[in-house]
T-cell receptor
Framework: GQQVMQIPQYQHVQEGEDFTTYCNSS?????IQWYKQRPGGHPVFLIQ?????EVKKQKRLTFQFGEAKKNSSLHITATQTTDVGTYFC????????????FGKGTKLTVNP | DADVTQTPRNRITKTGKRIMLECSQT?????MYWYRQDPGLGLRLIYY???????NKGEISDGYSVSRQAQAKFSLSLESAIPNQTALYFC?????????????FGPGTRLTVL
């Protein structure tokens, strides 16, 4: 079945450093979504990418969807302590299958 | 008020007990999901329902059952709880749509099976 691999599993940075997490699917995706889970919280939707090669920005966060629609990345510029949490990518298979397959997540910690 | 609520928020039970986790939503969404979260394993889909008469197994349905009592309510049952079902359980909802739509998660239920 469809698998979504996410790396790294953990990332520790100094405040002000950049951070990137990568997501790769074994199959072509109809769309990819990114979620953030704060410590002790629940996953919260950040963004959805649908088009091949799509790039979207939210302030310091940049999201990319690969040309082949099998990979994606989330880049945070100049991390802040408020960025702490676990970031999940989730791929939609499309073709009538409306489930999301989540990556295992990247846990980001930020040293002030 | 929260759009997706889960009860209980925390539960400690013993091996062999029957447990029900409940989820309610006021978002008017047709689709509801149950996920399990374990450290390092991300979110794994247990069951999902696209409407009241539709129930589907996810990737880890063994040992679990569900009931969709109404559009707004989706319950997860553990018929005979075992310790490796200790985990954080999330309910989620989404609209119907052409693409996989955004999922809205409840606050989670932390279940411990002794």
């Amino acid at each position: 079945g469809q698998q979504v691999m996410q790396i790294p599993q953990y990332q520790h940075v100094q405040e002000g450093e950049d951070f990137t997490t990568y997501c790769n699917s074994s199959t072509t995706l109809s769309n990819i979504q990114w979620y953030k889970q704060r410590p002790g919280g629940h996953p919260v939707f950040l963004i959805q990418l649908v088009k091949s090669g799509e790039v979207k920005k939210q302030k310091r966060l940049t999201f990319q969807f690969g040309e082949a629609k099998k990979n994606s990345s989330l880049h945070i510029t100049a991390t802040q302590t408020t960025d702490v949490g676990t970031y999940f990518c989730a791929g939609g298979a499309g073709g009538g299958s409306e489930k999301l397959v989540f990556g295992k997540g990247t846990k980001l910690t930020v040293n002030p | 008020d929260a759009d997706v609520t889960q009860t209980p928020r925390n539960r400690i039970t013993k091996t062999g007990k029957r447990i029900m986790l409940e989820c309610s939503q006021t978002k008017g969404h047709d689709r509801m999901y149950w996920y399990r979260q374990d450290p390092g394993l991300g979110l794994r889909l247990i069951y999902y329902s696209f409407d009241v008469k539709d129930i589907n197994k996810g990737e880890i349905s063994d040992g679990y059952s569900v009931s969709r009592q109404a559009q707004a309510k989706f319950s997860l049952s553990l018929e005979s709880a075992i310790p490796n079902q200790t985990a954080l359980y999330f309910c989620a909802t989404s609209r119907s749509g052409g693409y996989t739509d955004t999922q809205y998660f409840g606050p989670g239920t932390r279940l411990t099976v002794l």
